[in-house]
């Protein structure tokens, strides 16, 4: 069994330079050894809680508050994220009585606080004294104050503003023994930046940091096209709408290295003061949010949390799990659920609520994924703010709403089964690699609008997920010695550093990989002077000679030793070039340039194996793909056979291993055991688990 632990490793920075630096740090730079971070000393290892906001009611309605949420086995808040016109009336005056006074309620109702530190929302006295702390828009036009995220990260006056009520805050509640942890700003504010002189000048210093001369910005970029060349980092601008990919790539990376310097600052002042026992996190929105590289900025994190909403519809839990593992890895350990859907939120076009019964299956989906602890956004809602209509768990009467007792039951079951997933994380044989510069570089330039990164990382996700029922998703970057199957479906950025990685990975035994579009540019989006997939063309013994967008709703006939289907949207013709390059499909009459040609070569090579697919296949033929590239790898369901709607996920660690079973079909299903396992959670007859819609069944394993 592959037993993999990592860290984030892809550097914004200086990705060649710092490669291996990076995957060595990331493990050294949690200040909190505790093996499993998210699990912490004295307190159960699973948690349930909700996001608090005490500012925005009477003292004498805390209690009450509390009560509930205990009698419901809640034993977290989340707190003054927004907090910081109580905290901070006027500058330099400071207010925190109150926390002190809802920090100690909190404790005496056994419930342990987090801190979120306020800089989402800087307060009006300070933005209208020091108007350049707003953002400026890419329209020139400074936002107003009243809504969040309005502050500037490359404001220097920002900077100083935010380190004094952080300071004040460590200071204070650093050392407070209900006070377990601390989150950074909100969400990462969107990842919004100011289109300001300020910020324009720190992107051009940041550019002269990287790149020394400015004749070597000037030969990555190839600015000789359409006249781009620069004398002077001071006539570089900030990219606005389409641009060079060169420089549109480093403007992304400078607002990862803003952000993360935003963070650090921040984490500097918090680790100055407070107990290495209270752990610093971040809540990150999933997959879906690409405005910063996550690996990168996840780094200096003790752990990482999300916040994990469904918005319309119901919880898919395909494209759910594929977001949980990947925030799972972006440092490779358990996270938390820092926000997730009380019923529905308030911000899609249709906020219709999630069945009876399906918010518990999606706390136990999270838990199956790795998460330790699942808050609800928001415990009640504010009488009036931007968001009224929100899902809470208290009405505006300050009453339980009808999902209370689904969420109660949900965190009663947590504290029941707390003990099993103890010391227990996730691990996989299979890993998907996923890149941020890459999906950027594609979504950039995506040649047909048809073309979708994250759909196609989601469709080798399901297809495996079936198979395995374990995934990994991970950084290119990460060490990927313990997987038997790695798959990148759209590694478009291959620079030599990372081509060496992967050969390595699969000269020692491993099964690598690669789909369409993969190994086609450079670490500065410039295109490699090499037929795709670049550094790799000799390794795999075969090319791409060609690619080419399909016309909408037209697709090509496949077929070979593989099996049989159809690809759309996007075909690559490959040609083998060395002897033993197997094709394992053709393309059939297409364009005429495509028919008959390769569309997947395979090659062994060292003691592992290099495919390519070189085209979108439809969801039939990525099963039968998956299947075959699991069986040539020696991948094997962690659980056995479970019915179709049914999603297993496997928890090991401390000599046992945990799997979360559940029904997210609409027919009652049956699952047979693989062997006598102890049931903490579901109900058995004949020796079968029984499971109703959205049922759940926690089964314990001792090895
Ligand atoms: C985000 C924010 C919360 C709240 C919710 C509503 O996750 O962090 O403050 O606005 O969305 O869904």
Same mark, same amino acid.
């Given at each position: 069994m592959a037993l993999v632990k990592f860290g984030g490793s892809v550097s914004a920075i200086l990705i060649s330079i710092l490669f291996t630096t990076l995957i060595m740090q990331s493990a050294s730079?949690?200040?909190?050894?505790?093996?499993?971070?998210?699990?912490?000393?004295?307190?159960?290892a699973l948690l349930m809680g909700a996001a608090w906001?005490?500012?925005?009611?009477?003292?004498?309605r805390w209690e009450t508050d509390l009560s509930l949420m205990e009698s419901a086995h809640l034993n977290v808040v989340r707190i003054t994220e927004f907090a910081w016109s109580t905290m901070e009336?006027?500058?330099?005056h400071y207010e925190f009585g109150w926390l002190d006074r809802a920090i100690r309620l909190a404790e005496k109702h056994h419930v342990a606080v987090v801190l979120g530190t306020p800089t989402a929302t800087p307060p009006a006295w300070l933005t209208q004294k020091y108007p350049e702390t707003l953002r400026v828009e890419p329209n020139g036009q400074r936002v107003t104050h009243g809504? $969040? /995220?309005?502050?500037?990260?490359?404001?220097k006056k920002y900077e100083e503003l935010c380190r004094g009520i952080v300071e004040q805050m460590a200071r204070r509640?650093?050392?407070?023994?209900?006070?377990v942890g601390w989150q950074f &700003?909100?969400?990462?504010?969107?990842a919004l930046m100011s289109y300001n002189d300020e910020a324009r000048a720190e992107f051009q210093n940041w550019l002269k940091t990287r790149y020394k001369t400015i004749e070597s910005l000037n030969q990555h970029w190839t600015t000789a096209y359409w006249s781009?060349?620069?004398?002077?980092?001071?006539?570089?601008p900030i990219p606005?709408?389409?641009?060079?990919p060169g420089l549109m790539l480093d403007w992304k990376r400078f607002v990862t290295y803003a952000w993360t310097a935003h963070q650090q600052v921040q984490i500097d002042l918090i680790r100055q003061y407070a107990d290495t026992r209270q752990f610093i996190t971040g809540n990150f929105m999933g997959l879906?949010? &690409? +405005? %910063? &590289?996550h690996y990168t900025i996840s780094r200096p994190l003790t752990f990482i949390s999300w916040d994990n909403y469904?918005?319309?519809?119901?919880?898919?839990p395909v494209a759910n799990g594929l977001s949980h593992d990947a925030m799972r890895g972006l440092l490779g350990q358990n996270y938390w659920l820092m926000e997730t859907q009380?019923?529905?939120?308030?911000?899609?076009a249709i906020n219709n609520f999630l069945n009876k019964g399906e918010v518990r299956a999606m706390a136990w989906h999270a838990v199956g994924h790795g998460a330790d602890d699942v808050n609800y956004w928001q415990w009640r809602s504010a %009488?009036?703010?931007?968001?009224?209509m929100h899902g809470t768990l208290l009405g505006p009467d300050g009453t339980p709403v009808p999902l209370f007792e689904e969420v109660a039951q949900t965190a009663k079951e947590f504290s029941d089964a707390q003990s099993a997933f103890r010391g227990t994380t996730v691990t996989s044989q299979v890993a998907l690699l996923n890149d941020y510069e890459s999906r950027w570089a594609i979504d950039w330039?995506?040649?047909?609008?048809?073309?979708n990164t994250l759909g196609l990382l989601q469709n080798y996700y399901g297809a495996l997920h079936r198979i395995a029922q374990s995934i990994d998703v991970v950084?290119?970057?990460?060490?990927? +010695?313990?997987?038997?199957l790695v798959v990148a479906p759209s590694l478009n950025l291959i620079p030599e550093t990372l081509a060496n990685h992967l050969l390595a990975y699969a000269q020692n035994g491993g099964h690598l990989v690669l789909g369409p $579009?993969?190994?086609?540019?450079d670490e500065y989006n410039a295109l490699l002077?090499? $037929?795709?997939p670049g550094y790799l063309v000799e390794s795999l013994g075969s090319r791409v000679e060609q690619y080419y967008a399909l016309e909408k709703d037209k697709s090509v006939h496949v077929s070979g030793p593989l099996g049989s289907g159809e690809a759309s949207v996007w075909a690559e013709q490959l040609k083998t070039s060395?002897? &033993? /390059?197997?094709?394992l499909l053709r393309y059939g009459q297409?364009?005429?340039?495509?028919?008959?040609?390769?569309?997947v070569a395979s090659r062994a090579y060292g003691k592992g194996r290099i495919t390519y697919i070189g085209a979108v296949l439809d969801e039939k033929l990525t099963k039968i793909a998956a299947d075959w590239l699991s069986q040539k790898s020696g991948v094997t369901a962690v659980f056995g056979p479970v019915p179709d709607g049914v999603e297993v996920n496997r928890r090991v660690g401390s000599g046992k291993q945990v799997f979360v079973l559940i029904n997210f079909s609409s027919q009652r299903q049956n699952v047979a055991l693989p062997h006598p396992m102890t049931v903490i959670l579901g109900s058995v007859q004949n020796g079968d688990i029984q499971l109703d819609t959205y049922g759940v069944a926690i089964l314990l394993d001792q090895k």
């Open positions: 730079n949690t200040p909190n050894d505790n093996p499993i971070p998210t699990q912490l000393p004295g307190r159960n906001y005490p500012e925005q009611w009477p003292e004498s009336p006027s500058e330099g809504n $969040r /995220a309005h502050g500037s990260v490359t404001s509640y650093g050392h407070d023994p209900n006070v &700003d909100n969400e990462y504010g969107y781009e060349v620069y004398d002077d980092w001071s006539e570089i606005v709408g389409g641009h060079n879906g949010f &690409d +405005g %910063l &590289d469904v918005g319309s519809g119901h919880l898919d009380p019923g529905a939120v308030n911000w899609h %009488l009036n703010g931007q968001e009224e330039q995506k040649h047909t609008s048809q073309y950084s290119p970057y990460a060490p990927l +010695g313990g997987y038997k $579009r993969s190994g086609m540019k002077p090499q $037929r795709q060395a002897q &033993d /390059a197997e094709v297409s364009n005429g340039w495509l028919d008959g040609q390769p569309a």
